[in-house]
């Protein structure tokens, strides 16, 4: 996918040229194209695809709910809304000075969309969770959207992150989350072992020895480091850490230590994937990877809901 990401596009590119770009970089022919235009996009799409799909290995892990997904919990909208009131009424403009407002809100999306699943007589549950973070994220969805038309300012920096795009995102935008990045995996992947007697109930947990309480608040970490790099690098992209762990799943069995693993390496092919597929599309032009992934992603959430195993929770 990393080969195809370089060579395909609007322009296509021999693989020599491809080949040069990356290890003889000459600045003659198309060899600019990839090095300057498609080395950059690729790379971020890596990374963000990574974030994205151990996010919802995460999420789903900790909360035992097959439909759960940093957009569809509403972690997303309070990243990007965030990163809107950043812009907006601080007027700030680099990444490094608004990701912190990513990450802070995807942290209060996420204790909101808990503790309004964990409210009322009875004890949270998977449907309650998600109900809740559908509610909250569309809450935050129309603040945004008020801000941006309240705020051309807002409205014009913001109109091609809405969609989340890789396109026009230098190497710097990479360097400048991966710090974050990295701590976030390095969480999950110790988290991922607990997740298994997670799995199992809180109580059997408890009593096989786990740390419930730890497992998922250092999940829960790593969810808005990743969740909040990823938003502020590309902008709220849907639907891959509902898809990935899902597909993984099928072939690595319930092992979450696995299905981590894998999400790791399926993420970023599946987005690489999806971005190639917006570049040829509708070529000249191109299609946010966002709003590709929304169309493969909506039908794998309408099949998961009609499963008898997702309906039944």
């Known amino acids: 996918m990393v080969i195809a990401s370089l060579a395909i596009g609007t322009q296509w590119v021999g693989l020599g040229t491809v080949w040069r770009s990356v290890v003889d970089y000459t600045d003659t022919g198309d060899e600019w194209i990839v090095h300057d235009l498609r080395i950059p996009r690729t790379v971020l799409g890596i990374v963000v695809g990574l974030c994205l799909g151990l996010c919802g290995a995460l999420i789903q892990g900790i909360t035992r709910n097959p439909l759960a997904d940093t957009q569809i919990l509403g972690i997303n909208s309070g990243a990007g809304l965030f990163v809107v009131s950043a812009i907006a009424f601080g007027g700030l403009t680099s990444l490094m000075s608004y990701i912190w407002f990513a990450f802070l809100g995807a942290?209060?999306?996420?204790?909101?969309?808990?503790?309004?699943?964990?409210?009322?007589?009875?004890?949270?549950?998977?449907?309650?969770?998600?109900?809740?973070?559908?509610?909250?994220?569309?809450?935050?969805?129309?603040?945004?959207?008020?801000?941006?038309?309240?705020?051309?300012?807002?409205?014009?920096?913001?109109?091609?992150?809405?969609?989340?795009?890789?396109?026009?995102?230098?190497?710097?935008?990479?360097?400048?989350?991966?710090?974050?990045?990295?701590?976030?995996?390095?969480?999950?992947?110790h988290v991922s072992r607990s997740l298994n007697a997670v799995a199992l109930g809180d109580d059997l947990a408890a009593a096989m020895g786990g740390n419930v309480i730890r497992t998922r608040v250092l999940g829960l970490v790593a969810v808005t480091l990743l969740a909040g790099s990823a938003t502020a690098a590309a902008g709220p992209i849907g639907f891959v850490g509902l898809m990935v762990p899902h597909a993984v799943r099928w072939?690595?069995?319930?092992?979450?230590?696995?299905?981590?693993?894998?999400c790791i390496v399926a993420a970023p092919s599946l987005m690489l994937a999806a971005d190639i597929v917006g570049r040829v599309v509708v070529a000249p032009g191109e299609l946010p990877v966002g709003i590709v992934t929304a169309f493969l992603g909506a039908p794998v959430l309408i099949w998961l809901i009609r499963r008898s195993n997702a309906t039944g929770l």
């Open 107 to 189: 942290l209060v999306a996420m204790v909101f969309v808990f503790l309004v699943g964990m409210t009322g007589r009875t004890d949270a549950t998977p449907v309650r969770v998600l109900l809740a973070g559908v509610a909250i994220g569309a809450v935050m969805d129309g603040i945004g959207y008020t801000i941006r038309l309240r705020n051309p300012r807002a409205f014009d920096k913001l109109r091609f992150w809405d969609a989340g795009a890789f396109d026009g995102r230098p190497l710097s935008v990479v360097w400048a989350i991966l710090p974050f990045v990295v701590v976030g995996v390095l969480l999950a992947i």
């Open 251 to 262: 072939f690595t069995g319930p092992d979450w230590r696995w299905i981590c693993a894998y």
